[in-house]
């Protein structure tokens, strides 16, 4: 595998934007900032389902062709 | 003319009672007995009762001075306040008076625990957050505790709810050269009946909105009618938003839990658009509870910042700004970065190849 520097740039550039998402994350969890309401639905809810329907409305198909390279 | 207040006292020597979380009884410091619930009203003469229930029928809302009974000092209280400890004497007193007619609670949910446990269980859950710096949270820092009764609407509703949305399902193929995408349309539809149990809602303006609901649930089993001895040993706020406040915001909540619980019900499409949802309340109870809560304040002598914390006086869950520290935050960001551009190079090497 032939490694380039710039393939290592592109590469530190990503992690360092993953790096800063996650330390943003930790921060906003210590904060606590997020909407704090916690309702369980599934404890604290019953459904009674009445009515249901999926109607099938129409069906599209398209094409496209793969060219060797991309293979 | 000073409130009326109430002391609930020992039947064998007379000093105040308080309830004990830990035991969930209430004692005498003096004498060390421990009474149940039923035993400290019984222990109310009928004489004390009609007393009592003269001082709630002449309850003058304006006021907010209060003589304690058992020194006779006089405190003044915001208009809120209907529990609290004279601060002469230190005994735990109650205002009836504000807790009568329409102002009186419903339901109450006692105290599951003693201040001790609320501070070892603050610190076990201070522990378990990795990021906080290690060296930060001294018991000696702890500046106050204290077990307040907040006042929430408890609110149990029947809806009926709909949605309908627009669903597609995408497959694709292969032959030869080509590629197909086959693209499926479905008109959804859902309609049922909710039932939803337990909306709290916090129902005093004067506190941190977020602060109170950041620790529900809740647990529903431990609601019990509301009974003024509970109070004693601990302060107490009562209600100032009405259901009318809340009535919207609530909608809202209902409106957007049953779209998620209608959305449940429908299969698996590789999109689901909804364009539209009712929620229709059909019948609602609402009931004006007292909820137990611990509020923590602990100084950071290093950083000169005060944090508030508050803990569910039944389950424990804390809620609170948690400080965070920089070297820690570093060696994440270290971590991550380190590992991802390895990680990364060897993915666009493969690619490049």
Sequence with gaps: ?71 | MPEQTAIYECPNCGAALTFNAAEQLFTCDFCLSKFSRDEVLNANSREKMREQEAAEEAFNAQMNEYECKQCGAHIIADENTVASTCAYCHNPVVLVGRLSGEMKPQKIIPFGYDKAAAEEKFFQFVKKKWFVPKAFFVKEQVEKIAGIYYPFWVTDVNTDSKIQARATKVRTWRNGSREYTETSYYEIYRRGKIHFEDLTTAALSEADKKMLEGILPYPSAALEEFSMPYLSGYAAKKRDIGQDDIKAELKGRIDNYSERILRATVGSYTTLNVYGRESRVLNSHWDYSLLPVWVLTYRDEKRGKTYVYTMNGHTGKVHGELPVSRWKLAALFGAVATVLTGLFTLIIGGLMQ
């Design chain 1, 1 to 71: 595998m032939n490694i380039t520097p710039t393939m290592v740039l592109v590469a530190l550039a990503i992690a360092i934007v993953c790096a800063i998402i996650s330390v943003i994350v930790v921060i906003r969890k210590y904060s606590m900032k997020h909407d704090p309401v916690d309702y369980p639905l599934d404890q604290f809810t019953k459904l009674n389902l009445e009515e249901q329907s999926d109607l099938f409305i129409r069906k599209e198909v398209t094409s496209r062709v793969i060219s060797e390279d991309k293979k």
